[in-house]
């Protein structure tokens, strides 16, 4: 990054300072990620009975604004450039260009073991993958510049690194504002759940059903379900929620039992000596 800052204002291109503010990004969202998951493998308290397992999903949301704001910058300074062209050392913004693509994959390569089971590092593996491709746009800057001398490839390339970069910080925000507004997991068929709860033994109908996620790898299910006469509460909230983890993987479920709907009520007329006393139920 500091490579490319130094080389980028002396060949004065703003692929590179483009490139440079990405890898900026970078850091933040590394150091973001690094801390969350500090703070996310924390035992649960009295005060925060999850834990702080939230707090990776809020890095992740910041990482994906920060994304967005350096996309706005990269705009405003291209469209500027683009009016007003500026002389590039399209050779110096080769030979950085490349090297910082080698850094972004390497970096990519250690992300991707662990982007499976953490949005965070997922959020920070999307932010070194856009800034590869914004390493590819600048090498393209370069060669335009250096070969064909078209100056105004350096800033019209710094606009396609500004779409990648915000396409990335959207991804990331939509994931996480979806989480932080307890939507449903995407991967869930909420109506699907309700059926198979509903087919269990001993459940009549079920309502008030949420499901929700806290952080990655951990779904939460909540549902009232009316009992069918004769069934037990205890058994049945059991048999719900082991299908549940067979059927969908859910472990943290709690299955609240009612009692069965009461029955029409039927009036009888009493009498005593052939005299009506009341109507009772």
Known sequence: ?????????YARSLALIADA????ADAGALGLALIAAQMASRPRTERTTYGLRRAEVLAAFVNGMLLAGVSVLIVKEAIERWLEPVAVNGRMLLVTAVLGLLVNL????????????SINVRAALAHV??????????????????WFGLVRADPLLSMGIAVLVAWSGYRVLRETTAILLEG??????????????????GVAEVHDLHVWRISDAFDTLTAH??????????????VVAERLREVYGLDHVTIQPEPPRP??????????????????G
Do not use: F, Y
Request: charged letters at 25%; one cysteine or more.
């Open 1 to 9: 990054m500091l490579i490319e800052v130094a080389v980028g204002l």
């Open 21 to 24: 503010g990405h890898m900026l």
């Open 106 to 117: 390497l970096v990519a390569w250690l992300l991707l073991r662990g982007q499976k089971d």
């Open 129 to 146: 993958l856009s800034d590869a491709l914004g390493s590819v746009g600048a090498i393209l800057a370069g060669v335009a510049v250096t």
């Open 184 to 201: 449903a997991p995407p991967d869930l068929d909420v109506a699907a759940v309700e059926r198979t709860i509903v087919a269990c033994p």
């Open 225 to 238: 379900v009316v009992l069918e006469r004769g069934s037990h509460g205890t058994d049945v909230c059991r």
């Open 263 to 280: 029955d029409d009520v039927v009036p009888v007329r009493r009498s005593r000596d052939g005299k009506p006393l009341e109507t009772a």
